[in-house]
């Protein structure tokens, strides 16, 4: 079953423009976590956000989470062809070990 | 650091057949996942393990598919017979904590079709 959903599917832009994702979830969480794949690949982690948090930064990513709307954003300032790939949110959702994915956003960045 | 590791890359089987995807995870490492990813269902978690020992297998579609982890550096997934729909990329993914509390490291994955 999935948990989180991303929004877009798909992002297209330019080179230098920034680009947002938002991932919405069900059920309550203790972390929430952004994922990079790159087409043909496996996933690489980003970043971690604990549900006591409500923003955190990592060189160009910024993420949010608002536990009240069950929703996160990931920020990608200035991007580069180079961070053209799929991105995907993950939650526990409670569930002890399992780390639940939603469907992904699919971002090109065109040069 | 070697990451996870996956073999076979890709494997091509007839309908029928028994398929054996095999994992190292990362040494030192207490959890071991393995997840399917396919275009209509996304990511779907299979089974995972923790010291070994499986925890739970909720995902596992039906008996066809059956997982094991012999010991800390080593674990397969094997269905059999294979069909036509268990055509997907399986990856496996191992970490020190729980998905609870840390990142995941995922192999490059397993790319699986079924004919």
């Known amino acids: 079953s999935q948990q989180g959903e991303e929004d877009p599917q798909a992002l297209s832009i330019q080179e230098g423009e920034n680009a947002t994702m938002n991932c919405s979830y069900k059920t309550s969480i203790n972390n929430l976590q952004w994922y990079r794949q790159n087409s043909g690949r496996g996933l690489v982690h980003l970043i971690l956000i604990r549900s006591n948090e409500r923003e955190k930064h990592s060189g160009r990513l910024r993420v949010t989470l608002d536990t009240s709307k069950k929703s996160s954003s990931l920020l990608i300032t200035a991007s580069r062809a180079a961070d053209t790939a799929s991105y995907f949110c993950?939650?526990?959702?409670?569930?002890?070990?399992?780390?639940?994915f939603g469907q992904g956003t699919e971002l090109s960045v065109k040069p | 650091d070697a990451g996870v590791i996956q073999s076979p890359r890709h494997e091509v089987t007839e309908m029928g057949q028994e398929v054996t995807l095999r994992c190292k995870p990362i040494s030192g490492h207490d959890y071991l996942f393995w997840y399917r990813q396919t275009m209509m269902r996304g990511l779907e978690l299979l089974i995972y393990?923790?010291?070994?020992?499986?925890?739970?297998d909720s995902g596992m579609p039906e008996d066809r598919f059956s997982a094991k982890m012999p010991n800390a550096s080593f674990s397969t997934l094997k269905i059999q017979p294979s069909e036509p729909r268990d055509s997907a990329v399986y990856f496996c993914?191992?970490?020190?904590?729980?998905?609870?509390?840390?990142?995941?490291?995922f192999g490059e994955g397993s790319r699986l079709t079924v004919l």
């Open positions: 993950a939650t526990d959702a409670n569930q002890g070990g399992k780390l639940i």
């Open positions: 993914a191992s970490s020190p904590k729980t998905g609870v509390h840390g990142e995941l490291f």
């Open positions: 393990f923790n010291n070994n020992v499986p925890i739970d």
